[in-house]
């Protein structure tokens, strides 16, 4: 028991590295969070230095949640709930993390972070590595396609729900992968309120082709 709350701390700790803020003080010597929505993840990143930027802070946030994999494998290898617990705990330490409190205006304390998309992703490739390999490719097409980061974030809880839904079905993955799936939805979803609101009002940052047609619209 105490090797599994030790795991769940070192993951929540593995995700609370902030390495979007870390990534754009070294590139720019900018605060993320004064930039744009002030998130840690890889999309604000590249908002705020550039393209090899946000890719860079994309792929560390991958490996946050892929490394809580190993940690499970060095404490509790058959463990299933401790491995999905664990991908769970490190995208709350990236939406929430420890390293990025700071006092509210009117009293009080929050943590700072990211959107979680990025580390879930990490996360479903800790619990079976192949679904990296087909959320990567669709989450890219929705990123290009539809033209929404925040739209993107929930699309990868949404592919890893339904990978693990169907590997469950045919036998090949425990139920529990499942529950990955579906948690992390949730958690994505409240980190992202604010943006489900600006699309609902159609003021949601665009990107991808989205982006680019908005842009010729405007400039003719």
């Given at each position: 028991?105490?090797?599994?709350?030790?795991?769940?701390?070192?993951?929540y700790?593995?995700?609370?590295?902030?390495f979007g803020?870390?990534?754009?003080?070294?590139?720019?010597?900018?605060?993320?969070?004064?930039?744009?929505?002030?998130?840690?993840?890889?999309?604000?990143?590249?908002?705020?230095?550039?393209?090899?930027?946000?890719?860079?802070?994309g792929?560390?946030?991958?490996?946050?949640?892929?490394?809580t994999?190993?940690?499970?494998?060095?404490?509790?290898?058959?463990?299933?709930?401790?491995?999905?617990?664990?991908?769970?705990f490190?995208?709350?330490?990236?939406?929430?993390?420890?390293f990025?409190?700071?006092?509210?205006?009117?009293?009080?304390?929050?943590?700072?972070?990211?959107?979680?998309?990025?580390?879930?992703l990490?996360?479903?490739?800790?619990?079976?590595?192949?679904?990296?390999?087909?959320?990567?490719?669709?989450?890219?097409?929705?990123?290009?396609?539809?033209?929404?980061?925040?739209?993107?974030?929930?699309?990868?809880?949404?592919?890893?729900?339904?990978?693990?839904?169907?590997?469950?079905?045919?036998?090949?993955?425990?139920?529990?992968?499942?529950?990955y799936?579906?948690?992390?939805?949730?958690?994505?979803?409240?980190a992202?309120?604010?943006?489900?609101?600006?699309?609902?009002?159609?003021?949601?940052?665009?990107?991808?082709?989205?982006?680019?047609?908005?842009?010729?619209?405007?400039?003719?």
């Open positions: 028991m105490l090797n599994s709350i030790i795991a769940l701390i070192i993951s700790l593995l995700g609370a590295i902030p803020l870390i990534i754009v003080k070294v590139f720019t010597g900018k605060d993320i969070r004064a930039v744009a929505s002030g998130r840690t993840g890889g999309t604000n990143a590249m908002r705020a230095a550039g393209l090899w930027a946000g890719i860079l802070t792929a560390l946030d991958i490996l946050k949640g892929v490394a994999g190993w940690v499970t494998g060095w404490v509790a290898p058959e463990n299933i709930w401790l491995r999905v617990a664990a991908a769970i490190a995208i709350i330490g990236h939406n929430y993390s420890i990025l409190i700071e006092k509210r205006e009117k009293g009080g304390f929050r943590l700072r972070g990211g959107a979680g998309g990025a580390t879930a990490g996360g479903a490739i800790a619990l079976w590595p192949e679904s990296g390999l087909i959320i990567l490719p669709l989450g890219f097409l929705v990123y290009i396609l539809v033209g929404y980061a925040s739209i993107t974030t929930i699309s990868v809880a949404v592919f890893a729900t339904l990978i693990f839904a169907v590997r469950t079905f045919l036998g090949s993955s425990p139920w529990q992968y499942i529950l799936g579906i948690v992390t939805y949730g958690i994505v979803i409240i992202l309120k604010p943006n489900l609101q600006r699309l609902k009002e159609g003021t949601e940052r665009a990107v991808g082709l989205r982006a680019k047609l908005q842009k010729q619209g405007s400039n003719r």
